[in-house]
């Protein structure tokens, strides 16, 4: 008896899982980005519908209407927003040439000029800008992470926003829910119980796509009284203090920013808050673009996401590498890029441009560091230079082009960062800075050893196959 129920039962799963991946088949086909990931998609849905369903709703979604829908209907007075655009473009700059055309294109906002931007290196730089902006606040403090954790950084910020709270600054956290996947359901109590409203960001608020693996928020912002910003890749946990020993020395960037590029990150920040939050605006808000005294740096935020209709991430990229006549050089803790990204490096290697990488020497995620292995040939030919940092663990998101233009943010080379994050860099157009990045570029290449064609072709026939296995999977890395 009990065998003929188990029998009609494990039929029963197997039809659900055979129709569910038909119908997921037809889903891939419709919704995929390229005809590659549609036709892979499909066909392990259609027959091996048992392990590929699961994955395909986890990591196999591309798309992420929501979030727009959700700001368009709501968000900002459309009058408000209006007067606000016009009081930032006072100080936008006149006869942008095209490369800054095409960056004013993908942040959808102006390059402004007016700013200040310092170069914070490492994670001592970084935390003691942002306590000391905390400290300095009287209005309000705008945060996002894509991780925070409960250790000694993550308490000790805790503190100092809860200290904020009671003093009568208003306090807005935005952290993903992915990424401080270990934070206690505690620490975000005594915030909330202090004032202070803070938010997960996931990719869908009820139903299966909480179980989304992609679409996270990678972006790392602070904002105080509307007047100073801090962007970057710097994560709230001690590994960003070298306090991990399999790490080491934890090698990143960030950048203090004040003057009316600031409003574009405050923009990007609202976007996320009003999603995170199911449709709240802060009630505390300054609207009002200031220059930074004594200061005319010109700089731009671009943020990008899954959300924008024309993979505005991947055309980052690609615009910084068309644009670039002398050099590129870029760090990243992942390299990984999408087949249109390589094939642009290495157009722009053959045509002279000097291209310099760095990427850790010790792996975090091990498929990662795998992957980046099989790009060493194809590299090699082109004339790019590769280098493996040896004095840490380097997670820093940085690129100089040429002499004049830099960026610092959260954007690393993989498609993961290019079409299926939310990201943010801070374009800066200034040689001065530019010459800052490349003097710590300089420094991070002179603590790395170039890597070349030898160091995958001499490597035994199980690390190539792990290699090659790893690269299958370069759309979602």
Sequence with gaps: MWWNALTWTLALLAAVFH????ASAFHAIWN????????????????????ALPAYWILGTYRFAGYQRAFRAGSLDKAVLATYIQRVGEWAITDPDPVEQGFQRLADFPITRGNRVDLLIDGEAMFAALFEEIEKAESYIYLEYFLIADDDIGRTLKRALIGKARQGV????????LGSLGLPWSYLKEMREAGIKIYPFYPARVGAGRLQFNFRNHRKITVVDGRVALVGGVNVHDDSLGRN?????????HVRVEGPAVEGIQLAFLSDYFWASDGLVPERLDLNPTPAPGHDTQALYVANGPSDPNDEGMLFFLHCIHSAQKRIWLATPYFVPVPSVLDALKAAALRGVEIKIIIPLRWDLFIMYLAAYSYLPEAAASGIEIFRYRAGHPHQKAMLIDDHTSWIGSSNLDARSMLLN????LVVFDKAFALQVEQMLRRDLEQSEMMGRDDYEKRSFLFKLGVKTARLFETIL
């Design 19 to 22: 129709l569910g991946g038909l």
């Design 32 to 51: 995929c980005r390229t005809s590659a990931s549609a036709i892979a998609w499909s066909l392990a849905l259609i027959l091996f519908p048992y392990l």
């Design 170 to 177: 208003a306090c807005y956290f935005v952290y993903d829910e």
């Design 245 to 253: 020993p399999f790490y080491g020395a934890w090698r990143d960037t």
């Design 422 to 425: 939310f990201e943010g860099n």
